[in-house]
C-alpha cells in the first residue's frame, strides 16, 4: 500500500531528489524546518522505504561508455521457469542498467550501456544470444536524448 505523505514530506523528497547531497541545514532551511525534525523525517522516510537508496549519477560518455541502446526481448516460451531463469542471467548483466518484463509486443524491454555500436554488437552475440530462453532480440539505437530524469513527480 502505497506511504500517506503530507506536504513536508513531499518537499523533503522533491529537494532530496534533485540534490540528494546537500545537507540537512540546507535540506531544513529549504522545506522550512529546522535541522532536528528534518532529519527525523528524513530518517523516517528512509526507513518506510520511500526513500530507497542514494546514488550518483554517472555521465556515461566521460567514462567511456557512450552508446545507450533499448533491446525488446521475445522468449522462447512465457512459463515462470523461463521469466526467472531470464531475470537471474540479466540480473549479473553490468551492461543492463534496466531491465522490465512487459505486456505487448515482445517479453522484456531493457536498456543497455556500452562503449560503442561493436561493444553492443559483442554483448548481444556473446551474451543476450546465449540465454536460452532467448527467442530475439531487436535492438533499437536512440538517436538523441531529449529528456532523461529519475526524479518521480510528486503532487
Known amino acids: 500500500m502505497p506511504e500517506t505523505l503530507d506536504a513536508i514530506d513531499r518537499r523533503i523528497l522533491r529537494a532530496l531528489q534533485r540534490n540528494a547531497r546537500m545537507s ?9 524546518l529546522s535541522p532536528s525534525p528534518c532529519l527525523r523525517r528524513v530518517k523516517l522516510l528512509e526507513d518506510r522505504g520511500v526513500i530507497d537508496q542514494y546514488t550518483a549519477l554517472l555521465n556515461g560518455p566521460a567514462i567511456g561508455l557512450g552508446l545507450t541502446v ?6 522462447k516460451t512465457q ?7 531470464f531475470a537471474e542471467t540479466v540480473r549479473s548483466y553490468p551492461e543492463v542498467v534496466e531491465c522490465y518484463l512487459t505486456t505487448g509486443e515482445c517479453d522484456a524491454i531493457m536498456r543497455i550501456v556500452t562503449a560503442d555500436l561493436h561493444a553492443y554488437w559483442r554483448f548481444q552475440s ?14 533499437d539505437v536512440p538517436m538523441e536524448t531529449i529528456k532523461r530524469s529519475y526524479e518521480l513527480p510528486l503532487a
Open 24 to 32: 540537512n541545514v540546507e535540506l531544513a532551511n529549504e522545506v522550512g
Open 70 to 75: 533499448f533491446a525488446r526481448i521475445w522468449f
Open 79 to 85: 512459463d515462470a521457469q523461463t521469466t526467472h531463469q
Open 126 to 139: 556473446d551474451y543476450l544470444m546465449r540465454i536460452p530462453s532467448v527467442q530475439s532480440v531487436k535492438t
